[in-house]
């Protein structure tokens, strides 16, 4: 099934974001490597990750978003509904409906 447009919020923002395309998908996938991971850089690499969302519909909110007012677990949840979109994590179960497999893909 094609994943629908989210709108993801962000300091007091609210951006609509399509399904990601290709290209942008690849620009993510390295930004998820365990060695990224380790390196400690993980607010980081999610700014990055929702600066490629946003890049294609919104390149101005992408380019300023890190004058953003924002905190840490904003941030995080607006990049995990980045990746939910983009396929990398499964999207979360909606009430009553069980959870099948892995949360997380393996790369």
Not at 71 to 89: K, N, S, W
Request: glycine share 6%; hydrophobic share 45%; no cysteine.
């Amino acid at each position: 099934m094609r994943p629908q447009p989210i709108t993801i919020h962000l300091g007091g923002e609210d951006w609509r974001v399509r399904p990601l395309t290709l290209a942008q998908i690849q620009r993510i996938e390295p930004l998820l490597s365990p060695e990224a991971q380790r390196s400690g850089a993980s607010i980081a690499a999610a700014t990055e990750i929702i600066m490629v969302a946003l890049e294609r519909d919104h390149p101005q909110a992408a380019q300023n978003l890190h004058a953003t007012e924002a905190t840490a677990t904003e941030i995080a949840a607006v990049m995990r509904a980045v990746l939910q979109l983009a396929g990398f994590i499964a999207a979360e179960p909606s009430p009553g409906e069980e959870q099948a497999g892995a949360e997380q893909i393996s790369r």
